[in-house]
């Protein structure tokens, strides 16, 4: 008896991946592939809002970061400007001060005379030049001594003034705006009343 040819079976699958007996078209396989496709898309979707909004986080950090790399690029040179036209006024505060110890020396005689009235001409032009700057004296006789504005370096017994006020200044201060240039140099009573004064006496 001649040899019967068997042949293996195999199941193919059809267009649409169905499994022999079930249809290519089938109402129940469109709705599952349906279903899964849109909940991939949904995955999909949330992975990409979260990665979008890490990505939103990261450039608002690095928006913040380089506002305050600016503000303080801008704080330092301001403030490193200030120093330097500081430094500036406080030499021409030296030249204000030679200015102010020649014309208190200068004998009455000199009154009148045209160099002197030069040297004059060249203080008030110095103090205005201060003063465009923002430059201007520090109030100090009659005051209370006040040490961010004042410095005292010396006592004054017997004045009959309250004690702490400022009774001399021997070197005049300076403030810039609203800022203390130079403090100034002052000497204040003590508090003892003056002779032939008695203590409650004031003025």
């Given at each position: 008896m001649p040899d019967r040819q068997t042949h293996p079976r195999t199941h193919h699958r059809g267009a649409a991946g169905d499994w022999p007996g079930q249809t290519a078209d089938g109402p129940h396989s469109e709705?599952?592939?349906?279903?899964?496709?849109?909940?991939?898309?949904?995955?999909?979707?949330?992975?990409?809002?979260?990665?979008?909004a890490e990505h939103?986080?990261?450039?608002?950090?690095?928006?913040?970061?380089?506002?305050?790399?600016?503000?303080?690029?801008?704080?330092?040179?301001?403030?490193?400007?200030?120093?330097a036209s500081e430094f500036l006024l406080l030499k021409l505060l030296v030249v204000a001060d030679d200015f102010d110890r020649a014309l208190e020396a200068m004998p009455a005689e000199l009154k009148g005379v045209a160099w002197i009235e030069g040297i004059t001409l060249l203080d008030r032009?110095?103090?205005?030049?201060?003063?465009?700057?923002?430059?201007?004296?520090?109030?100090?006789?009659?005051?209370?001594?006040d040490p961010r504005e004042h410095e005292a370096i010396a006592?004054?017994?017997?004045?009959?003034?309250?004690?702490?006020?400022?009774?001399?200044?021997?070197?005049r201060g300076y403030r810039v705006r609203d800022r203390v240039l130079r403090p100034a140099m002052v000497a204040i009573a003590d508090g003892g009343a003056a002779p032939g004064d008695t203590i409650s006496h004031t003025n």
């Open positions: 709705s599952l592939t349906t279903e899964e496709a849109v909940e991939q898309l949904a995955a999909q979707l949330e992975a990409a809002k979260g990665l979008a939103l986080a990261s450039l608002q950090r690095t928006a913040a970061d380089f506002a305050n790399f600016k503000r303080r690029t801008a704080e330092d040179r301001e403030r490193e400007m200030g120093l032009k110095l103090r205005a030049l201060l003063e465009s700057e923002g430059v201007t004296p520090i109030e100090a006789i009659g005051r209370p001594f006592t004054v017994p017997s004045t009959g003034r309250p004690e702490g006020e400022v009774v001399a200044e021997i070197q």
